[in-house]
C-alpha cells in the first residue's frame, strides 16, 4: 500500500483516471479523494494498470480501458478484502457493468445511489428572483472562505463527503486549474450568507454545478432556484450548452428543484457495502 511516507508513488493516478473517464465518461474517483492522493492522506493500492484509493474506510476503484477483462479488477477487489478491516464501501461511478460483476461476486450490498443529471443551459436563462435586499455576488477567496465554510457545514450536516470540508479542502480546490472564484456564486442578505452556487467548468465536461447549498433557517424561500438560476446566468455567460450535476436519489425537494429546471437523469453512481 502508498501512503503519506510515498505519495509520490501513486503520480500514476490522475493519467489512471484520465484515461478512464474518456472511455467510460465518468470520474472514477472523487475531487477529495484525489485531493488526499496527492496529500498522501489516501492509501493507493495498485498500480497504473489497475488501482484503488482507500481513505476512511471508503473505496474507489478502476482498472485502466486497456487492461480490463483480465481478471485486475477482481484481483484488486480481493487485496482490498485481505488488507482491510471492518466495513468497507465501494464507489461504482457511473454504476459501470463491470462493478456490477464484481459486486454479484463479492457479496456487495448496494446503499448509496448518487444521481447523475443533466440540462440544456438556456441562451436567456431567467434572472434569480431576489427578495428585496438580497444581492448574488462572486465569491472572495481569503474573504468569504469561513463564511461558507460555515454556511456548508450546516447546508450539508447529513451529508458524509460535503458537509466535512474545511479549510485546506478548500484551499486544495482553489488551487486547481478549473478555479474561477467567479463561477462560485453566493446569494447575501445583509452580512449574513444564505446560499450559494458553486459552478465546476472543466475541459470537455458538462458546466457542473459542483455544489448548492442553502440556510437550514432560510428554507422554504425560493432561495435554491435563486441560486441555480444565478447559476444558470453564469454558465451561458461562460458559453457552456450543457450543466450536469450530482443529487443524492433520495433527496426529493433537490429533485423536484432540478426537475422543473430541465435536469433529467444521465447516470448514476452507487455505493455497495461489504459487511464482515
Keep these: 500500500m502508498t501512503g503519506a511516507a510515498d505519495a509520490t508513488r501513486a503520480s500514476f493516478v490522475p493519467a489512471l483516471a484520465r484515461a478512464a473517464i474518456e472511455a467510460d465518461g465518468s470520474p472514477p474517483f472523487s475531487d477529495q479523494t484525489l485531493v488526499d492522493v496527492r496529500s498522501g492522506a489516501a492509501t493507493v493500492v495498485g498500480d497504473a494498470h489497475a488501482a484503488a484509493v482507500l481513505r476512511d474506510g471508503e473505496a474507489e476503484l478502476v482498472v485502466h480501458p486497456d487492461d480490463r477483462r483480465q481478471g485486475r479488477g477482481a484481483e484488486l477487489l480481493q487485496r482490498l478484502v485481505d488488507e482491510t478491516e471492518g466495513p468497507l464501501l465501494l464507489w461504482a461511478h457511473g454504476d459501470h457493468p463491470g462493478s456490477r460483476v464484481l459486486a454479484a461476486r463479492f457479496g456487495l450490498a448496494e446503499t448509496r445511489r448518487l444521481v447523475q443529471q443533466r440540462a440544456d443551459v438556456p441562451a436567456g436563462p431567467p434572472a434569480p428572483r431576489l427578495r428585496d435586499g438580497d444581492r448574488v455576488a462572486s465569491f472572495r477567496p481569503g474573504v468569504d472562505d469561513q463564511a461558507w465554510l460555515d454556511l456548508n457545514a450546516r447546508a450539508f450536516a447529513d451529508h458524509p463527503e460535503q458537509g466535512s470540508l474545511v479549510q485546506a479542502d478548500l484551499d486544495a480546490r482553489k488551487a486547481e486549474p478549473w478555479f474561477d472564484a467567479g463561477d462560485f456564486v453566493l ?14 467548468l472543466d475541459e470537455n465536461q458538462p458546466g457542473e454545478f ?16 435563486a441560486v441555480v438560476d444565478a447559476g444558470f446566468a453564469r454558465l451561458a455567460e461562460r458559453g457552456a450548452g ?31 457495502t461489504l459487511t464482515r
Design 210 to 225: 459542483y455544489a448548492v447549498g442553502v440556510s437550514p433557517d432560510h428554507q422554504g424561500e425560493g432561495l435554491g432556484g
Design 242 to 272: 450543457t450543466a450536469g450535476l450530482y443529487v443524492e436519489g433520495d433527496n426529493t425537494a433537490a429533485l423536484r428543484l432540478y426537475a422543473a429546471r430541465g435536469f433529467t437523469d444521465h447516470a448514476v453512481d452507487v455505493q455497495y
Design 187 to 200: 446569494l447575501w442578505r445583509g452580512d449574513e450568507l444564505l446560499a450559494f452556487c458553486w459552478l465546476k
